[in-house]
């Protein structure tokens, strides 16, 4: 029995560790199969992405009480094996659609196999043809292109395809104009940690 916070934490933070560890030495162990122009998979920091879901989600109930967060709609662009999936799920930032998109068919394997106890989808979809970034609240990604030109028309179309709203959570992003953008609020959940960004205008 977990008896208090730091304890189911911790719990939390080890079982990360164990999905994220294990999977990648699988992967590591199979004959990989590796798409020019993306990375191959690297896990963010699991307990950094739970606490930056979990400030975000408290800035969703004081900031938009109304729009609850059982009626988000959440996004990884370049999910891997769904371990950021996985956290949102957990840390119940998005309930009512929790979606990846990957094309890697060796990847795309283990995050359907990882996520098929829950209500995440994971989409084998190319993210430079995607036309449905519109459909989604909370859109995450973690650079998921090694080329730098197709990185930057990635991270302009998801942008571009933002619905008045939605907030993007870019890690390891390459263009900065956003912060520029009056299209876009900047948002500093903690000053440790990146921005995240929210679309106000087309």
Known sequence: MLNNVNEKLEH??????????????????????????????TSAHLPGIYDLFILLKKWFEKNEPKNVCYRKKFLDAGCGIGNILFVAYVTELA??????????????????????WTNIKIFNQDLIKATTYGNYDIIY????LSDYKKQLEF??????????????????????AIQNNDKFQTIFLDKKKDPIYKKLKN
């Not at 990360?16 to 122009?37: E, K």
């Not at 990604?141 to 998921?144: A, G, I, K, L, V």
């Not at 302009?156 to 709203?165: A, F, R, S, T």
Request: glycine share 6%.
């Open 141 to 144: 990604y973690y650079r998921p």
């Open 95 to 116: 309930l009512h659609v929790l979606h990846g998109f990957e094309n890697n068919p060796q990847v795309l394997k283990f995050a359907k196999y990882n996520t098929f």
């Open 12 to 41: 939390f933070q080890k079982l990360c560790h164990y999905f994220v560890d294990g999977q990648s030495q699988i992967l590591n162990n199979v004959d990989r199969i590796d798409i020019p122009g993306q990375h191959n998979f």
């Open 155 to 176: 991270e302009h179309l998801v942008e571009d395809q933002m619905k008045i709203g939605a907030v993007l959570i870019p890690i390891c992003k390459q263009d900065s």
